[in-house]
């Protein structure tokens, strides 16, 4: 491998629109309801154990246990998972398509159930053309947590200083600087061009 970085995208938020809401507005007659399941139900803080390793199913169920009168709506979080995502962000798919071009080695850490990520694969053609994923269902830890980072390093034998890390939240960032790799906050593809061309990366600018 040459010198050149290597870059490391999250996916939801980056690659493809990720949003509880677009589900839960289907199910609710409001946005106010919505949005108070959202805080109050199925949150945010709960998906992240599925993230860390939850089964969908296990974790549906001991949620229906502490609030059995939104039995449905906590059910078709998992049964209709699809609908919480929104569209592709096909300027990120472009610059990803770009490095592939240019056989740029790229890389994938993402918060993600495992049962989702495998769900998937078949639908969402960019993530077989990763030279590898840190899922974070299968490690059982959740970024920002530093060893995510380390996980990743050791596995793929990358040094963190050689790693350029993309994620759409800054939390998750600045453990990534803090573990020693550089790091761009995603605010858009366009944005996103410019600092990787900053930082060396072969695309074309637009």
């Avoid at 949620?63 to 569209?87: H, N, S």
């Avoid at 793929?156 to 600045?174: G, H, K, R, T």
């Avoid at 790091?183 to 072969?202: N, S, V, Y």
Wanted: proline residues 5%; negative net charge; glycine residues 6%.
């Amino acid at each position: 491998m040459n010198d050149t970085l290597v870059p490391v995208f999250d996916l939801g938020g980056v690659f493809v629109d990720w949003n509880p809401m677009y589900l839960f507005r289907k199910l609710f007659d409001t946005e106010e309801d919505a949005q108070w399941f959202q805080d109050n139900i199925c949150t945010l803080a709960w998906n992240l154990e599925f993230d860390a390793g939850e089964i969908y199913s296990e974790g549906v169920a001991k949620l229906i246990t502490r609030f059995p009168r939104y039995w449905r709506e906590i059910q078709a979080y998992d049964l209709r998972w699809k609908e919480t995502l929104g569209e592709f962000i096909q300027g990120t798919i472009d610059i990803h398509n770009e490095l592939i071009e240019q056989d740029i080695p790229t890389f994938a850490i993402t918060n993600f159930s495992w049962e989702k990520w495998i769900s998937c694969l078949g639908e969402w053609p960019f993530l077989e053309k990763f030279d590898g994923v840190i899922v974070s269902g299968l490690e059982g830890l959740v970024k920002p947590d530093p060893r995510l980072y380390r996980v990743f390093c050791e596995r793929y034998s990358l040094a963190p200083d050689n790693c350029v890390f993309i994620d759409d939240s800054e939390q998750n960032i600045v453990a990534a600087r803090k573990y020693g790799m550089k790091g761009i906050h995603f605010k858009d593809p366009a944005a996103l061009r410019q600092e990787l061309i900053g930082l060396g990366l072969p695309l074309k600018a637009k």
